[in-house]
């Protein structure tokens, strides 16, 4: 589902996506993309919300196949397709269900995710509430297997990416990360790559079973790229 264009609210809600797959061709080097759903920007920008509740999302791999990378993902919030201007200014994802997400690839673009925030409006409001998922590598069939992903975080139950100052509160939600992977694998119930977006936790089950390979690391909860170094985004009423 790709919905685009300026709406004053876009609504996605109980909808069941499941058993997506690409069977890629052998040594086709561009990444491979799977979204379960994927809203994107607004033609004209402006103010607008979005709302994405009660889906059942599950089943979306890549087969295995010599050469490849993919990314799979069941929720996204991304700018990165046309139009992209503008990408909300209240965001609300809530009581959707997520699992089996199997990627296939050993490069640093291969991952799965839960659920993607890559872009927001300025001074946007994201509430990210009450979502399940579960992403266990060692349930892969059909061809997609696991023990070949390299990538450090290979696997993210939530992802914050956005670069745009905003709000971001993420609420009773229950993560659960499994499997493993190959030399450098990595895992994360809650990745946090920006130090813009003002966070707060409050309330989640983070849980990673996962096993990662040599020198990766397997975390309920990662600050990524800039944000290593400072929890300035952290906010003090955060308690899980």
Do not use: C
């Not at 052998?26 to 889906?55: D, E, P, R």
């Not at 409001?125 to 975080?153: E, K, R």
């Amino acid at each position: 589902m790709l919905p685009t264009g300026q709406i004053p609210t876009e609504n996605i809600f109980n909808n069941k996506i499941s058993n997506l797959y690409i069977s890629a061709t052998a040594g086709n080097t561009g990444t491979h993309n799977i979204f379960g759903v994927q809203s994107a920007g607004s033609l004209t920008g402006g103010a607008y919300s979005k709302n994405i509740y009660g889906n059942k999302i599950d089943t979306l791999y890549v087969r295995q196949q010599t050469g490849i990378n993919s990314t799979v993902t069941a929720i996204s919030n991304s700018g990165t397709t046309t139009p992209s201007i503008s990408n909300g200014n209240l965001i609300n994802i809530y009581k959707n269900k997520i699992s089996h997400l199997v990627p296939f690839g050993t490069g640093a673009t291969s991952m799965a995710r839960g659920i993607w925030i890559q872009s927001t409006q300025a001074s946007a409001t994201v509430n990210l509430t009450n979502n399940m998922v579960n992403l266990d590598l060692s349930s892969a069939f059909d061809g997609a297997v696991a023990g070949v992903m390299t990538a450090p975080d290979a696997i993210k139950g939530i992802d914050i990416a956005q670069a745009a100052t905003s709000n971001v509160n993420i609420y009773y939600n229950t993560i659960r990360i499994a499997g493993s992977g190959g030399t450098g694998f990595g895992s994360s119930a809650l990745t946090i790559s920006n130090n813009t977006p003002a966070i707060k936790l409050q309330n989640n089950i983070f849980v990673n079973k996962s096993t990662p390979g040599a020198g990766g690391v397997a975390a309920a909860m990662r600050r990524a790229g800039a944000t290593t170094s400072t929890t300035s985004n952290y906010l003090p009423a955060s308690s899980n």
